[in-house]
């Protein structure tokens, strides 16, 4: 690559700057006029756009231009807030610099190209990029320095070298790393492009082949990973990941909603979010059920009753089959019909495919017979009514009837098979009124895993390119099934804290986990900077964990800057009001987060206060404070966290410890605790 000569960094460029103002004047012209380029490449976009529909032959390459100048538009977006560019990368002359000696780069969240295609900044994900994460006094990777810059807003406003060439090296001391963690959160997540840190930018980077498990205490940057990794993915094999997809599955509509904004601000606008109760929606919950029954269907064995089940439809045939076709009638004998069975069972197809390869398979059998006695081949529309003839119909419904998921299940809900479960879980499961029909059964939410992994016996579901699983320790075993079935052909990336898991089957153990998900040798590896919860506070939730019995690797927090407090209160409501209104002299967002059943309570007194506030998933609200049920509020942060009666958070739940180790972690500046209840006895010793 060749750069224009104005950055080219000739020898002297590597010696310290001379005058900071007028290096900052120079960074602010190259991003005024990278922003102007970026301009001109949408204006180029845009009118490609327009003139689409002339160019394109047919309505169908029309339409597939149009979408895809209409992402090249959107793509192009340039959000006046977020800096263009947030470093520049020096390459020195020693060897390791390979073709880039001397040259100079500004990294940034897309390629900025100048009229005649030369770049002016370079899209973060390019291989070149790579250094600015990962190059260290001990290996500089070729670089003599890097800089990175300070914004405010849009502004650039400061710069910080790292002299990687003499040995300097700023790592997590850099200020504007401390500015970026320490800025106060308002709306949506934010991408974090400009600061990945080494050990989160391997995970990044991996190969597209490579499934691999985060497993990191809270705000260690695990989403973060994840939502950059899938950007990486899409920029490097664009073309198949297009085609075959990109999904980010998250615990909750709250927390999606939180996330949503990050890819789309890093230019990518194509990926799936759902939780797994939308992936697996076949049928609206209707009926609630109890949650030992629910931990029942969501346990792997429930995988083995429903294979079996679907099994035992398929029969042996018990007599030749006869097709009358015209004067002739085909014959074939119940050994071949047997043989055909048995062979098609050992391919172990989808339970459709296999009905659909059995008749094929008999079909086949007629044609030779009638090539044999008639010297030419059929047609297709004999091929056709030879598959439908009655004969062939009746012996397929006798020997591999067609089934709905939902028959199967309800068959199994009706009459638990033994073998698998014991009788008491078999009598749990047992649906104690029959619906009179399918169609008015009234499913629950655990009854959705069943029906998808039914439907995933049946037929083959379609597999996405890559899929990321955020707040993975809460993955039934039933619904990894479901994630798997959807990334056969695909990389995971999964993510998750051991100690976070507060669903009644939480993982213990990833390997677990990533033997249903069908990726039993991915790696698990530690993330272990926290950029969130301040030292203080960290040291505070960490009491719980000896409780939490789950293995964990510690984390060291970033921050030192930290504000703890812990009342006990006699008026709830008046604390929790004086506690939102002080944290609202301060900048930033304000959760208030307390148990389910005490949410309503709470938003009135706020509002009878005259303070207003926001749900979880109004993430655009102008609104600076939020109440938050304890049980949606994983994943999520804000500046200023209230947590109300804890005691009441533990004790709403089973895993209530876990519960309240996410709610004191969502905190980024500052946790106030107020309870008129003793504290949990984990947290005062
Ligand atoms: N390298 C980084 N530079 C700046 N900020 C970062 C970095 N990594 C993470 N963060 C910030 O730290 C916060 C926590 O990150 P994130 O939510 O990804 O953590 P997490 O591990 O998923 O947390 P949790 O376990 O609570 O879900 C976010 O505000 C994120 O933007």
Request: aromatic share 4%; proline share 6%; charged share 25%.
């Amino acid at each position: 690559m060749t750069l224009p000569a104005d950055h080219v960094v000739n020898t002297d460029a590597t010696e310290p700057a001379t005058d900071l103002e007028t290096d900052l004047g120079a960074e602010r012209t190259h991003l005024t006029a990278s922003r102007a380029a970026l301009g001109r490449m949408r204006e180029r976009a845009e009118s490609l756009f327009s003139a689409g529909g002339n160019v394109a032959g047919d309505s169908y390459t029309a339409e597939t231009l149009g979408r895809t100048l209409a992402r090249r538009v959107a793509e192009l977006a340039d959000d006046p807030d977020t800096p263009l560019f947030f470093g520049r990368l020096d390459f020195g002359r020693s060897a390791e610099a390979e073709d880039h000696a001397g040259h100079r780069y500004h990294v940034g969240r897309r390629h900025v190209t100048d009229d005649v295609g030369e770049p002016m900044v370079l899209d973060w994900r390019a291989p070149v990029s790579r250094a600015f994460y990962r190059a260290s006094a001990r290996d500089p990777q070729g670089i003599a320095v890097r800089r990175r810059f300070g914004f405010n807003g849009g502004l650039l406003t400061s710069f910080e070298d790292e002299h990687l060439d003499r040995g300097e090296e700023l790592g997590t001391a850099s200020r504007i790393l401390t500015a970026e963690i320490e800025r106060p959160r308002v709306g949506p997540m934010r991408d974090i492009v400009a600061t990945i840190q080494p050990e989160q930018d391997e995970l990044v980077r991996a190969d597209l082949e490579t499934s691999i498990c985060v497993q990191g205490a809270p705000g260690t940057g695990k989403t973060a990973v994840g939502l950059h990794r899938a950007a990486f993915l899409l920029y490097l094999h664009r073309e198949r990941l297009r085609r075959s997809g990109v999904l980010v599955v998250g615990p909750n509509r709250a927390f999606l909603s939180y996330i949503s904004a990050v890819l789309p601000a890093l230019g990518e606008i194509e990926v799936e979010q759902a939780t797994v109760d939308d992936l697996i929606a076949r049928a609206p919950v209707r009926a609630q059920e109890d949650p030992a029954v629910a931990v029942i269907k969501h346990d792997a064995r429930m995988a083995t009753v429903l294979a079996a089940a679907l099994n035992a439809h398929i029969g042996a045939p018990e007599e030749p089959m006869t097709v009358p076709d015209g004067s002739y009638r085909w014959r074939i004998g119940v050994e071949v019909l047997r043989r055909i069975i048995d062979d098609v069972r050992q391919e172990h197809l989808p339970y459709a495919t296999a009905r659909e390869r059995v008749r094929a398979r008999v079909v086949s059998l007629l044609q030779r017979q009638s090539e044999a006695r008639r010297g030419d081949s059929p047609g297709d529309a004999w091929l056709r009514r030879m598959g439908k003839a009655k004969p062939v119909t009746e012996f397929l419904d006798s020997v591999w009837p067609a089934l709905t998921p939902e028959a199967l299940v309800a068959e199994i809900l009706t009459e638990p098979p033994a073998g698998v479960l014991t009788d008491d879980e078999r009598e749990l499961i047992r649906w104690s009124t029959q619906p009179r029909s399918l169609k008015s059964a009234k499913w629950t939410a655990a009854d959705l895993v069943l029906l998808d992994e039914a439907a995933g016996l049946i037929e083959r579901a379609a597999s996405f390119g890559h899929v990321v699983v955020d707040e993975a320790q809460d993955l039934s075993a039933m619904q990894a099934r479901a994630i798997a079935r959807r990334s056969e052909h695909g990389s995971i990336t999964l993510l998750g804290d051991l100690a976070q898991g507060t669903a009644p089957w939480a993982a213990v153990d990833w390997r677990e986990t990533l033997r249903h998900l069908g990726k039993p040798d991915a790696a698990v590896v530690p993330l272990t900077i926290g950029f969130r919860v301040p030292a203080a506070v960290v040291a505070f939730a960490n009491r719980l964990l000896p409780a939490l019995a789950v293995d964990v690797p510690p984390a060291r927090s970033l921050r030192n800057d930290g504000w703890l407090t812990i009342d006990e209160v006699t008026d709830l409501d008046a604390a929790t009001v004086a506690q939102v209104r002080a944290a609202l002299a301060h900048d930033g967002s304000v959760g208030v987060i307390a148990a389910d059943t005490a949410v309503e309570s709470i938003r009135a007194a706020l509002a009878a206060a005259g303070i207003q506030s926001a749900t979880a998933d109004d993430v655009e609200s102008a609104e600076r404070v939020t109440v938050v049920p304890a049980s949606v509020v994983k994943g999520l942060e804000y500046d200023h966290v209230v947590v109300v009666e804890p005691a009441a958070i533990v004790a709403a739940e089973p895993r209530g410890l876990h519960r309240l180790y996410v709610v004191l972690t969502r905190a980024v500046s500052r946790l106030a605790v107020l309870h008129t209840l003793p504290l949990p006895a984990p947290l005062t010793s």
